[in-house]
């Protein structure tokens, strides 16, 4: 069957409508769960899977704020393993090159379900293989919270990473050797899960204001160490030097000053990649210039925002995940760099959520179409290298979006009539700019007035795109005949496309 | 007229394929120093191959060749010559070898059916050429000089400084006979591409001895080269309300008049109407402004 | 035997083999393989068919160069394969 945006879908899904569908919705919550028992403290992972009883095909969830530095992932699998505990799902909110010992319980059946929102490394391989038994599902950060609390992801075992944990259980990433800052990620998995486990090698007195509240805590188990800090630090958080990306970067800060939306007391988001950071980068000389200070940043913080953050630039930073660790530092030290929950971030059912609350967000994209619909889960011959992260939540919350890329990479066009997978509908993309030109969703008529005054290359879409045909000629169009290995869901639970193996 | 020419190695692919929309006015593609010795007929065959697909580029295009003490630049001018280039720049330049380059030219567009005079842009790099400059600038063919202070300060056996002092002589002399005889004086580039005060002090101190573009190794540099070439809102607001006032002057017949208490005489309106002409060719006055 | 050898494996350039062969043949293996492998062939053809070259085997390493660098990459090769051998 087809969803509404064309896609062919499993049979049976619930089919992506529109990106305002969820409004005719209802919530859906099950009950949170808390322990009046006091936290149980453990000295190793296999004592604390049997007792939080773990048993052939529950689902496990973990978090990634220890990026590709996380060890417990694969300590818990390897536990797993030991025990021979089979069919097991993996509910982690990302997965990273490190966790690629994971590759080989895929093959041999412990492992039989992912979920997950993102995917970088070595699993998406196999899973693109068609190693994994049943379908991989991604879910947008926001999507997951609703996901997870709705039931429609049902947690046995919550195993979570916790840089330090009190006598009493309460849990924080502020501290510890393995500090990583916020853990709002993990806060729908605390609430949720039947069991909670928090694996920490890090043990003190007592922690003011945990981000993890000991209610909703079954067991501590301590382990040697929990992360590797050099892998905590995101590899992405460098302002570009590349000529091509800064040249983006200077005409999406002249879009922003022609749209006036660099004004006193402005809210903005942007992704970790070099153009966006450039883009930040130009915005905070400008704000120097001219004495604006923004309400505030969110989503992925990074140590450019703590910087604009101390010199007064931003009043407030909302931070779901701390990007490096000056970040990390800021979290614990600054009472302006405010942690927030997954649910509070994006889910579309909460109220107030920050996305909702954005003036513009800035992303990235591996393909576009002339949908303008945006592609940052797969290449473009199909094999997973990311996924939505935050990607359509603030693209459906924030009032402008605005897609930085490369209109070529390598010789590859990114402008597609039709993109391999869809991530984010084109309903929420308003503009892309590349460094040929740029184009202005043809429903945002009110930015199209505002833009085509200005001298910046504004164009159709499909002649963006016919400027990469005529520079890298016709890309053959890929026939895609393989069998489904997963799909992606938006973050109202409905189905936005199926991902499929790769040859 | 242009503020900024980008110099980009003649073989290198990646950088070739975007030459058009880093902003340089102009662009100078590299075939001496950028390219090793092993290495010219390549970078002379890809750049052949790049102009072919270029049509109405946008931009200026230059070609450094070789010096023409050796065959090297005889060779690269006949393999890349091409209606599309506007000139080229001739390293370690002297009178005679700029003679000769002309007479080259002469010859490879009549072969070729090139309509245009291909321009000679002159790299001074060396005393002799500091010392020879007003014969330089006169000759045919000449429209513009570009300062090259590594080689010079080397030629001279000084240190070259990123204060630049050292060159201030050079600078100051370029830009004196390309005032003279109405050519371009194009400033050194700064190297070290990573520090963007430093290259926008040296920018505005060539620009104050009346350099009047800058060359950059780096597409990065050209923000910053372009910006403090291009007039300021304010010194084209400025230059309306002068050129405006001396037209209602001349209705009365006054060859001097006073404009907020300053006295503004002939100098002053023709600086003014240089400055908008400036304006106008950057595309940044509006139809109603000039009214 | 007479082979030439341009190009490089930096990205959107191109590293070009030719030699002297009695089979004519051409081998690609290109970064965008899937959807310009045989615009990049049919490239390859048509400039050694101008030149009426045909007892040669060309080896393509390409990282996404575009076709006048694919062009260049080749002619530069044919040259100096041809010096090679005078």
């Known amino acids: 069957?087809?969803?509404?945006?064309?896609?062919?879908?499993?049979?049976?899904?619930?089919?992506?409508?529109?990106?305002?569908?969820?409004?005719?919705?209802?919530?859906?919550?099950?009950?949170?769960?808390?322990?009046?028992?006091?936290?149980?403290?453990?000295?190793?992972?296999?004592?604390?899977?049997?007792?939080?009883?773990?048993?052939?095909?529950?689902?496990?969830?973990?978090?990634?704020?220890?990026?590709?530095?996380?060890?417990?992932?694969?300590?818990?699998?390897?536990?797993?393993?030991?025990?021979?505990?089979?069919?097991?799902?993996?509910?982690?909110?990302?997965?990273?090159?490190?966790?690629?010992?994971?590759?080989?319980?895929?093959?041999?059946?412990?492992?039989?379900?992912?979920?997950?929102?993102?995917?970088?490394?070595?699993?998406?391989?196999?899973?693109?293989?068609?190693?994994?038994?049943?379908?991989?599902?991604?879910?947008?950060?926001?999507?997951?919270?609703?996901?997870?609390?709705?039931?429609?992801?049902?947690?046995?075992?919550?195993?979570?990473?916790?840089?330090?944990?009190?006598?009493?259980?309460?849990?924080?990433?502020?501290?510890?050797?393995?500090?990583?800052?916020?853990?709002?990620?993990?806060?729908?998995?605390?609430?949720?899960?039947?069991?909670?486990?928090?694996?920490?090698?890090?043990?003190?007195?007592?922690?003011?204001?945990?981000?993890?509240?000991?209610?909703?805590?079954?067991?501590?188990?301590?382990?040697?160490?929990?992360?590797?800090?050099?892998?905590?630090?995101?590899?992405?958080?460098?302002?570009?030097?590349?000529?091509?990306?800064?040249?983006?970067?200077?005409?999406?800060?002249?879009?922003?000053?022609?749209?006036?939306?660099?004004?006193?007391?402005?809210?903005?988001?942007?992704?970790?990649?070099?153009?966006?950071?450039?883009?930040?980068?130009?915005?905070?000389?400008?704000?120097?210039?001219?004495?604006?200070?923004?309400?505030?940043?969110?989503?992925?913080?990074?140590?450019?925002?703590?910087?604009?953050?101390?010199?007064?630039?931003?009043?407030?930073?909302?931070?779901?995940?701390?990007?490096?660790?000056?970040?990390?530092?800021?979290?614990?030290?600054?009472?302006?760099?405010?942690?927030?929950?997954?649910?509070?971030?994006?889910?579309?059912?909460?109220?107030?959520?920050?996305?909702?609350?954005?003036?513009?967000?800035?992303?990235?994209?591996?393909?576009?179409?002339?949908?303008?619909?945006?592609?940052?889960?797969?290449?473009?011959?199909?094999?997973?290298?990311?996924?939505?992260?935050?990607?359509?939540?603030?693209?459906?919350?924030?009032?402008v979006t605005i897609i930085v890329t490369n209109l070529l990479k390598a010789r590859l066009p990114i402008i597609k009539e039709k993109v391999t997978c869809v991530t984010t509908p084109g309903e929420d993309i308003d503009i892309v700019v590349t460094e040929r030109g740029i184009a202005i969703n043809p429903k945002r008529t009110d930015l199209i007035e505002i833009l085509s005054k200005t001298k910046l290359p504004i164009m159709p879409i499909n002649e963006l795109m016919n400027i990469a045909h005529n520079i890298a000629g016709i890309p053959k169009k890929l026939e895609i005949n393989n069998r489904p290995v997963g799909y992606v869901r938006y973050r109202d639970g409905s189905v936005i496309d199926t991902l499929y193996s790769v040859k | 007229m242009h503020r900024s020419y980008l110099f980009i190695p003649g073989n290198n692919p990646a950088m070739l394929q975007n030459a058009d929309i880093f902003g340089a006015d102009a662009v100078i593609f590299d075939l001496e120093d950028a390219v090793s010795i092993t290495e010219k007929d390549s970078a002379r065959q890809l750049l052949k191959a790049y102009f072919e697909t270029l049509s109405n580029p946008g931009f200026s295009i230059y070609v450094r060749i070789n010096a023409l003490t050796s065959s090297l630049g005889v060779i690269d001018i006949s393999m890349v010559m091409n209606e599309i280039i506007e000139g080229i720049v001739l390293p370690k330049a002297t009178v005679q070898d700029?003679?000769?380059?002309?007479?080259?030219?002469?010859?490879?567009?009549?072969?070729?059916?090139?309509?245009?005079?291909?321009?000679?842009?002159?790299?001074?790099?060396?005393?002799?050429?500091?010392?020879?400059?007003?014969?330089?600038?006169?000759?045919?063919?000449?429209?513009?000089?570009?300062?090259?202070?590594?080689?010079?300060?080397?030629?001279?056996?000084?240190?070259?400084?990123?204060?630049?002092?050292e060159i201030q002589y050079p600078r100051a002399k370029i830009a004196f006979a390309c005032k003279a005889f109405e050519i371009e004086a194009i400033d050194t580039p700064f190297t070290d591409v990573t520090d963007e005060e430093g290259l926008e002090a040296d920018t505005l101190f060539a620009k104050s001895m009346g350099m009047n573009a800058k060359s950059a190794i780096h597409p990065n540099q050209l923000e910053t080269i372009n910006r403090l070439f291009t007039p300021t809102d304010a010194q084209i607001t400025e230059a309306l309300r002068v050129v405006k006032a001396d037209k209602e002057a001349q209705k009365v017949h006054r060859g001097v008049f006073s404009l907020d208490g300053k006295m503004i005489d002939k100098p002053v309106v023709e600086r003014a109407e240089k400055l908008l002409e400036k304006a106008r060719h950057y595309g940044l006055l509006g139809d109603t402004d000039e009214k | 035997m007479k082979i030439g050898i341009a190009g490089s494996l930096e990205s959107n350039d191109c590293l070009v083999t030719i030699k002297e062969s009695k089979e004519f043949s051409i081998k690609v293996q290109s970064i965008v393989d899937v959807f310009y492998h045989d615009q990049i062939v049919e490239l390859i053809t048509s400039v050694l068919e101008d030149m009426n070259i045909k007892n040669v085997e060309v080896t393509l390493i390409d990282k996404g160069a575009l076709n006048y660098t694919i062009k260049a990459r080749l002619l530069t090769a044919l040259h100096r394969m041809e010096a090679n051998h005078a």
């Open chain 2, 98 to 165: 700029i003679k000769m380059l002309s007479k080259l030219l002469d010859t490879f567009e009549s072969a070729r059916r090139i309509k245009k005079k291909t321009v000679i842009i002159p790299i001074i790099e060396t005393a002799k050429a500091v010392f020879e400059i007003g014969q330089i600038a006169q000759l045919p063919r000449v429209s513009a000089l570009l300062l090259g202070a590594e080689d010079l300060t080397r030629d001279m056996e000084i240190e070259r400084t990123k204060n630049g002092l």
């Open chain 1, 1 to 399: 069957m087809k969803n509404n945006l064309g896609r062919e879908i499993f049979e049976q899904s619930k089919p992506y409508i529109r990106s305002d569908a969820f409004e005719q919705e209802k919530r859906r919550l099950i009950a949170k769960k808390t322990t009046d028992e006091s936290v149980v403290f453990l000295k190793s992972l296999s004592e604390a899977i049997d007792k939080a009883g773990l048993k052939d095909g529950m689902t496990i969830s973990f978090h990634h704020h220890l990026r590709n530095g996380d060890l417990v992932i694969n300590m818990v699998c390897d536990a797993i393993k030991k025990k021979n505990i089979r069919n097991i799902t993996i509910a982690a909110s990302s997965l990273f090159p490190n966790h690629s010992p994971l590759v080989e319980y895929i093959k041999d059946g412990t492992i039989t379900g992912i979920v997950t929102n993102y995917i970088n490394g070595p699993i998406s391989k196999v899973i693109a293989e068609g190693y994994l038994k049943n379908p991989l599902i991604m879910d947008t950060h926001g999507g997951r919270a609703r996901a997870i609390e709705s039931g429609d992801l049902a947690i046995d075992v919550a195993f979570i990473a916790t840089p330090a944990v009190d006598k009493d259980g309460n849990g924080t990433g502020k501290f510890g050797p393995s500090a990583c800052g916020t853990l709002g990620y993990v806060i729908p998995d605390l609430l949720y899960a039947k069991k909670t486990v928090l694996v920490t090698d890090y043990l003190t007195d007592s922690i003011v204001e945990p981000e993890l509240d000991y209610h909703y805590v079954d067991y501590v188990c301590t382990v040697e160490k929990i992360g590797d800090s050099e892998g905590i630090v995101s590899g992405t958080t460098k302002i570009t030097r590349d000529p091509v990306g800064r040249k983006i970067a200077r005409d999406t800060v002249k879009i922003l000053e022609s749209l006036d939306l660099i004004k006193e007391g402005f809210s903005m988001q942007t992704g970790a990649g070099g153009i966006s950071l450039a883009v930040v980068e130009y915005v905070k000389r400008i704000m120097i210039q001219k004495e604006i200070k923004a309400r505030f940043a969110s989503g992925g913080i990074t140590g450019q925002y703590v910087d604009m953050l101390e010199m007064g630039l931003v009043q407030n930073l909302y931070d779901v995940q701390c990007f490096d660790l000056k970040a990390a530092r800021s979290y614990r030290e600054n009472r302006h760099h405010i942690g927030i929950s997954a649910s509070k971030y994006g889910n579309p059912f909460e109220e107030n959520i920050v996305v909702n609350d954005l003036d513009f967000v800035i992303l990235g994209a591996t393909e576009v179409d002339l949908d303008f619909n945006v592609n940052v889960t797969t290449d473009s011959l199909g094999t997973i290298i990311g996924g939505s992260g935050g990607h359509a939540d603030t693209a459906h919350g924030a009032k």
